[in-house]
């Protein structure tokens, strides 16, 4: 596991095997640490973006051996575009290219210097560290040996800092990459590996260790409750389900609570309404939701926000098993809610459907549901933004701020109450589908579990398009990402000012 450490030293003095600096593509092409890099090591950088080989535009990296000039033998120059385009997303993707670059180049220590410190101190300093976090993760847990390409091991970062007031803004983008890391570990794991009993045991141990309450209720307790729609879902499998609650105070006795509600479907074959064999497997990351939720109550015991947060998350297989609900069923959630189950695969909606009554019967004044739920996302929005709607203009647009300090997009659907005809059903309160070619799936998933909020300010991110990516990305090597947990942790915050 990547280390992050600080230091003060300057970076022609530091002991490293690798050191990075940043270049620009416009005018003021190097910051002063790079300028005072150049001009010890007789114009390496300058010399070589003027042979043309290097433009200083993100996604570019050169590695330039600096033996003698500097205790660093290897130079990682990162490029980093032009200043005005130059955020904190930036930022993130210019230290994972630059740590992945290091790692391949067989660098255990990396340095590197603040780049992009002319968006804050701050700002730099933590995108950085997490970037390098973000960028080296890989999911090996079931990887004993490598085919060909020997594996090369994590490069523990240096990150010189002018002032030592500026480690406080490391630890807390440490906390964030480090609940992401969890998030992508946990959405990562096969269906046979992580159960919803074993999930249970992993969620229990995060909580005991960042000191968080914790209750996971079993089949039995979720009868007692009437959560007819989550034992619906569970009916086809083996397996029993079951629903944790994480819970953070704050210590103020009046604080509000913010319920964080995220789908945790193990594994989705569709239930009887099957999918195709086409990239089922895939289907293991229809628990990121839950994902996301465990790993951002983790975070948000260490940010310690002046609201109280639970984190919810119902926990199950759908699988098409012989007690498996069938198309046609009619099944009762908590708050009385009578559902006819008209796809099984439009499962999420509806073991989301009894967490989130379970969040309002605990008296929450916001609720936030994170899901894999609809493929119609990907059709919206694509792999580039998650999507966001609600019931409440100051709580969608607290998520899609956390989202922006948090390198995450959130992209705002329309709620508008006609769509609700859209899953009305014949015999029972609601539908879990629209009939075929209504379109709007994303929306129509989305306000079906917005029934289910009661008097709670509500908000839903469908993340069904970011949670996964097929091919290494500029902050993902491969599978799980991660998406929304950093936007959830720092969602509490953003609340508590408010109030
Ligand atoms: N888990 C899926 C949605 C999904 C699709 C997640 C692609 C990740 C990638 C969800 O349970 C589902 O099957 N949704 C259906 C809803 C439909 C039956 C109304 C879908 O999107 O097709
Ligand atoms: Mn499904
Ligand atoms: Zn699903």
Redesign the pocket.
């Given at each position: 596991m990547t280390e992050i450490r600080t230091t003060l030293s300057n970076p022609l003095e530091v002991e490293a095997d690798a050191l990075v600096v940043a270049v620009y593509q416009d005018a003021e092409r190097l910051d002063a640490s790079a300028r005072a890099v150049d001009e010890a090591t007789g114009g390496l950088i300058s010399g070589w973006l003027a042979s043309g080989r290097m433009r200083g535009s993100l996604e570019e990296t050169a590695l330039l051996p600096a033996a003698g000039a500097l205790r660093a033998p290897l130079l990682i120059v990162t490029g980093l575009g032009g200043h005005a385009e130059v955020d904190g997303q930036a930022l993130r993707r210019a230290a994972a290219r630059a740590a992945r670059a290091a790692r391949q180049a067989g660098a255990l220590r990396l340095a590197s210097t603040l780049y992009g410190a002319f968006l804050g101190d701050d700002l730099a300093a933590g995108a950085i560290v997490e970037g390098t976090l973000l960028g080296l993760d890989r999911f090996l847990t079931y990887k004993g040996r490598d085919q060909g390409e020997p594996r090369r091991p994590d490069p523990e970062l240096f990150l010189l800092l002018a002032e030592p007031a500026r480690e406080a803004a490391v630890r807390r983008a440490e906390v964030l990459a480090r609940a992401t890391l969890l998030a992508r570990q946990l959405s990562n794991e096969p269906a046979n590996q992580l159960p919803p009993r074993r999930m249970a045991e992993r969620a229990q141990a995060v909580a005991a260790e960042a000191g968080l309450e914790f209750l996971a209720l079993d089949e039995r307790e979720m009868e007692r409750l009437g959560m007819g729609a989550l034992l619906g879902v569970n009916r086809g499998s083996h397996e029993p389900p079951r629903l944790l609650v994480l819970r953070y105070r704050c210590g103020r006795p009046d604080a509000p609570l913010l319920a964080l509600v995220g789908k945790g479907?193990v594994f989705?074959s569709?239930g009887i309404?099957l999918?195709p064999a086409a990239g089922m497997h895939e289907?293991k990351?229809?628990k990121s939701g839950a994902a996301d939720v465990v790993a951002a109550m983790q975070a948000i015991a260490a940010l310690r926000p002046a609201v109280d947060v639970i984190g919810v998350a119902p926990v199950t297989e759908n699988m098409p098993g012989g007690g498996a609900q069938r198309p046609g069923d009619v099944v009762r959630a908590m708050n009385g809610t009578t559902i006819e189950v008209l796809?099984t695969?439009?499962?999420?909606r509806l073991v989301l459907a009894d967490a989130v009554a379970y969040a309002a019967r605990e008296g929450a004044r916001w609720i936030v549901t994170v899901a894999?739920?609809?493929?119609?996302v990907?059709t919206a929005l694509g792999h580039e933004a998650a999507a966001v709607l609600g019931n409440d203009r100051r709580l969608i647009e607290a998520v899609i701020e956390a989202g922006q300090s948090a390198g995450e997009r959130y992209w705002e659907l329309p709620a508008w109450p006609e769509y609700r005809r859209l899953y009305r059903s014949e015999v029972a309160d609601l539908a879990n589908?629209a009939p075929r070619d209504a379109g709007a799936?994303t929306i129509v998933?989305g306000l079906f579990v917005g029934e289910f909020v009661g008097e709670a300010a509500w908000a839903h991110l469908d993340v069904?398009g970011t949670a996964w990516v097929e091919k290494p990305t500029a902050l993902t090597e491969s599978g799980a990402t991660g998406f929304a947990t950093r936007t959830l942790a720092l969602l509490p915050e953003r609340l508590a000012a408010l109030l």
């Amino acid at each position: 596991m990547t280390e992050i450490r600080t230091t003060l030293s300057n970076p022609l003095e530091v002991e490293a095997d690798a050191l990075v600096v940043a270049v620009y593509q416009d005018a003021e092409r190097l910051d002063a640490s790079a300028r005072a890099v150049d001009e010890a090591t007789g114009g390496l950088i300058s010399g070589w973006l003027a042979s043309g080989r290097m433009r200083g535009s993100l996604e570019e990296t050169a590695l330039l051996p600096a033996a003698g000039a500097l205790r660093a033998p290897l130079l990682i120059v990162t490029g980093l575009g032009g200043h005005a385009e130059v955020d904190g997303q930036a930022l993130r993707r210019a230290a994972a290219r630059a740590a992945r670059a290091a790692r391949q180049a067989g660098a255990l220590r990396l340095a590197s210097t603040l780049y992009g410190a002319f968006l804050g101190d701050d700002l730099a300093a933590g995108a950085i560290v997490e970037g390098t976090l973000l960028g080296l993760d890989r999911f090996l847990t079931y990887k004993g040996r490598d085919q060909g390409e020997p594996r090369r091991p994590d490069p523990e970062l240096f990150l010189l800092l002018a002032e030592p007031a500026r480690e406080a803004a490391v630890r807390r983008a440490e906390v964030l990459a480090r609940a992401t890391l969890l998030a992508r570990q946990l959405s990562n794991e096969p269906a046979n590996q992580l159960p919803p009993r074993r999930m249970a045991e992993r969620a229990q141990a995060v909580a005991a260790e960042a000191g968080l309450e914790f209750l996971a209720l079993d089949e039995r307790e979720m009868e007692r409750l009437g959560m007819g729609a989550l034992l619906g879902v569970n009916r086809g499998s083996h397996e029993p389900p079951r629903l944790l609650v994480l819970r953070y105070r704050c210590g103020r006795p009046d604080a509000p609570l913010l319920a964080l509600v995220g789908k945790g479907i193990v594994f989705d074959s569709g239930g009887i309404s099957l999918k195709p064999a086409a990239g089922m497997h895939e289907m293991k990351m229809d628990k990121s939701g839950a994902a996301d939720v465990v790993a951002a109550m983790q975070a948000i015991a260490a940010l310690r926000p002046a609201v109280d947060v639970i984190g919810v998350a119902p926990v199950t297989e759908n699988m098409p098993g012989g007690g498996a609900q069938r198309p046609g069923d009619v099944v009762r959630a908590m708050n009385g809610t009578t559902i006819e189950v008209l796809n099984t695969d439009a499962e999420g909606r509806l073991v989301l459907a009894d967490a989130v009554a379970y969040a309002a019967r605990e008296g929450a004044r916001w609720i936030v549901t994170v899901a894999t739920l609809t493929g119609a996302v990907v059709t919206a929005l694509g792999h580039e933004a998650a999507a966001v709607l609600g019931n409440d203009r100051r709580l969608i647009e607290a998520v899609i701020e956390a989202g922006q300090s948090a390198g995450e997009r959130y992209w705002e659907l329309p709620a508008w109450p006609e769509y609700r005809r859209l899953y009305r059903s014949e015999v029972a309160d609601l539908a879990n589908v629209a009939p075929r070619d209504a379109g709007a799936g994303t929306i129509v998933g989305g306000l079906f579990v917005g029934e289910f909020v009661g008097e709670a300010a509500w908000a839903h991110l469908d993340v069904a398009g970011t949670a996964w990516v097929e091919k290494p990305t500029a902050l993902t090597e491969s599978g799980a990402t991660g998406f929304a947990t950093r936007t959830l942790a720092l969602l509490p915050e953003r609340l508590a000012a408010l109030l």
